[in-house]
């Protein structure tokens, strides 16, 4: 009895002496022997659309026959040709996964290797180098966990919004567990991986190969898991790797930017199966676990950044670890460049850090930026805004900017004070009194406070 597969590579194998190679590569490369009966003398064809069929119904199929009795002596005489829908849907997953892929493209993406170069994990990605506070402390002592063995999440899910960590941990998962068994099998993935693996393999033929490898691991690791939206062959496979690799008690971390029911076109079995184990949220860092993460980054970089630059910088820059860093990475190159010349980088250079990259405008006003703007606009150096000089002409600009800090930030009185060369709150309150009962009256401060106020703006 001929087996399938060399009945198609014989035949295979004399449509490509015959054809060109266009005709070939379009029309018979693509198609599949579903099935064939030998006793009835029939063979069923799959192809991927229309075009293939009408060819394979006027052309190949005729061929088909004559090449299947002179290669193996099999008789057919009736040869079903049929268009397979999940071919069909896989070849626009993979061109629409393709097109999502490159727009979101990011740094480092690109030495992301295959699957089959090993285990796609970055060895910068660990534990001790990830900075723990209130918003992730939980996704952070699951991942551990998880890394060490445990069971009692599985699979985890770690969601939250862009640049929090979630990739970071999910790493360091993988890494943490061949730290603690080398042996394991760990597979790092992005969804958007595992949809081209499964569709190239598909292509190739080679998805018992890739199976194998994606099921029989003891901890497989998928990123970013909402862009399996919509695509339902890759959603089919996905659904029988989890339940394997479940079945055989290895581990399963996954990332979503948000929960699995709210992933639209996701099937419901995959959403409950997503939440089997534990869902936990990573959040934005609080202002004390965004300044460690700046500490950590200048100890690991070997550089010196004053503190209150850092406090500054973790101030104003409060959407996520991944623009915190690009700030960081800037700071860092001035800091060395400073530092060669025996200076360090003060919260100026750090302002214009913030407005090159665009941030300064969405961040919120703080007490230095007005004591700034206050200066250069009563043309006085910020030095004798926070100093102790009585005369009029510093005075009055120094009483504004305490103003302006109270109406315009959420400053107290006695931070207001000490950012003022470490005044006492009462000369905080009396100045913002004074400025107060002055603009009842006085069209000079009116107008002054209201150009000033524009400029703080940025209006
Ligand atoms: N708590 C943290 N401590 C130290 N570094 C962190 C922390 N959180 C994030 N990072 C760093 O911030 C950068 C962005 O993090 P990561 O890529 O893990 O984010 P993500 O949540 O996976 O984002 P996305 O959803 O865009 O893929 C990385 O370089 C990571 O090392």
Redesign the pocket.
Known sequence: MVERNTLWSDITDRFREELGRPSYDNFIQPARLASFDASQHNAVIEVPNELSRERWLNTYSSQFTTFAFETNQMLLSNIDVRIVEPVVDLIEEIEKNNRLSSQQM?PGDSTKTTLKHGNNLDA??IFD?????AT?QLAYGAALAVSEGSLEYNPLLLY????????????ATGNNALVNNPNQRVLYVTSEQFTNDFISAVRNGTTEKLREEYRNADLLLV??VQFLSGKESTQEEFFHTFNDILGHSGRIVM?S?RLPKDIPDLQDRLVSRFQWGLSVD?NK?DFE?RIA?LL??AEKENISVDRNVIEFIAKQVDS???E??GVFKRVAIMAKFNQSAGDTVSIDDATKILAELDIAQKSEITISFIQETVAKFFAISISDLKGKKRNKEIVMPRQIAMYLSRELTDNSLPNIGREFGGKDHTTVMHATDKISAALESNKLIQNQITTLKKQINGD
């Open positions: 990011r910068k990605y180098t990830f900075v723990v506070g992730n939250g919004g862009v640049g929090l960590g979630k990739t970071h941990l999910m790493q990123d970013d990332t930017d990573i860092p676990t993460i950590e980054k996520n670890v991944r915190l860093e």
